[in-house]
């Protein structure tokens, strides 16, 4: 008997309030707009200036409904405006069908740095501080060192465990973690919790189901307890994944003291769920798009952001495990995330 936790959308949608509807509905109305101008481009019609109206008008009115909700938080929308070109080059990187899978890990790892800094990187009026003294290849005339500072988010990190949604969700996860080393003054190396999670890709956004296999899943309840959890998933297309996780924790009795969740891109509907559903949990999106399409994928989207990291599995050989998926990023990523992977080896095998 599978030991296996299922949610189910209508679930989801129970979260959602009467406004979150009508806004949702009306962003929809403006996306079909865009579906007809698609067509007639297809056909060698010119839509350039329509089709830019229309992305202006929904970005304008994901903004608005965004402004009210203080646990989304969107890049473009938050940070300063100069900023926003960065951004906005960087998803039309990972949305373009001829960005191959090298070029797609690193401004996926790009994104994180910037979601990174959105959340974490500067704390108010830039006054404390991390003072770190680098040993440098400089000997002459006596050995050289360089004094950096960079702002002292310790009190904000150390307390962070980083929740992987295998698979897809893996390579992010290192990312996010390696960015807390990075910026902890003690090297702080985040604990890891893999879910083995996964949506019925046999049925359609409106009767979707999600399901967590406990039986492949690595974690430990109380090693979660009163921890700030980070769960750094590319796409956030409907939130299911990640509600189905949390709230099996907190059914276990899991009190997270807070739950952070980092994506590159997110459908407008599916921050919702997460924040509506989810108590003391706050979404960090680097972008926002409109709406999902029947199959419960983001529309404009960049396709399966999973197998654009992972590369798919070959016909016939079976899900790739989780050592394989980490043997496959190669020797250059190992060495990158090589305290990453020990801890999800140590997590792995420890089992």
Same mark, same amino acid.
Not at 146 to 167: E, F, G, P, Q, Y
Not at 204 to 216: A, S, T, V
């Given at each position: ?18 406004? *979150? ?10 996306? &079909?707009? $865009? %579906? ?5 481009? @297809? ?111 310790? *009190? ?10 295998? &698979?897809? $969700? %893996? ?5 996010? @973690? ?56 590319p796409m956030n297309a409907t939130g299911g994944s990640l509600v189905t996780v949390v709230k099996h924790l907190l059914s276990q009795g899991v009190k997270p003291k807070s739950v952070q969740f980092f994506n590159v891109i997110a459908a407008l509907k599916g ?81």
């Amino acid at each position: 008997m599978n030991n296996n936790i299922i949610l189910k959308a209508e679930d989801l949608d129970g979260y959602l309030t009467e406004n *979150d509807k009508t806004r949702l509905a009306e962003t929809a109305a403006l996306y &079909r707009e $865009a %579906l007809a101008c698609y067509s007639a481009i @297809s056909t060698g019609l010119k839509q350039d200036e329509r089709l830019i109206s229309l992305y202006n008008e929904m970005g304008s009115l994901m903004r608005e409904i965004c402004r009210n909700e203080e646990n989304i938080r969107v890049y473009s929308f938050v940070m300063p405006h100069e900023s926003h070109a960065e951004a906005s080059r960087l998803i039309a990187k990972l949305r373009d069908v001829r960005t191959g899978h090298e070029e797609f890990i690193y401004y996926t790892q790009r994104a994180y740095e910037l979601l990174f800094n959105m959340a974490y990187g500067i704390k108010s009026g830039g006054i404390d501080k991390n003072y770190f003294f680098i040993k440098t290849p400089v000997t002459a005339p006596v050995q050289n060192y360089a004094v950096h500072k960079i702002s002292n988010i310790d *009190d904000t990190i150390m307390n962070t465990v980083m929740c992987v949604m295998l &698979r897809g $969700a %893996l390579l992010p996860s290192m990312i996010m @973690s390696k960015e807390i080393q990075e910026y902890s003054s003690e090297g702080y190396v985040t604990p890891f919790a893999l879910f083995k999670i996964s949506r019925d890709d046999t049925k359609k956004e409106n009767n979707m189901e999600y399901i967590l296999d406990l039986d492949r899943s690595y974690f430990e309840l109380e090693a979660l307890n009163g921890k700030d959890l980070v769960f750094a998933d590319p796409m956030n297309a409907t939130g299911g994944s990640l509600v189905t996780v949390v709230k099996h924790l907190l059914s276990q009795g899991v009190k997270p003291k807070s739950v952070q969740f980092f994506n590159v891109i997110a459908a407008l509907k599916g921050a919702l769920r997460v924040v509506r559903a989810l108590d003391n949990c706050r979404v960090f999106t680097l972008w926002m798009d409109p709406m999902l399409n029947d199959s419960a994928y983001i529309m404009p989207g960049l396709g399966d952001a999973g197998d654009r990291i992972n590369g798919t599995d070959m016909t016939g050989t079976g899900q790739r495990n989780i050592m394989q998926l980490i043997a496959d990023y190669g020797s250059n990523i190992a060495q990158l995330y090589r305290s990453q992977l020990r801890e999800i080896e140590k997590t792995v095998l420890n089992r």
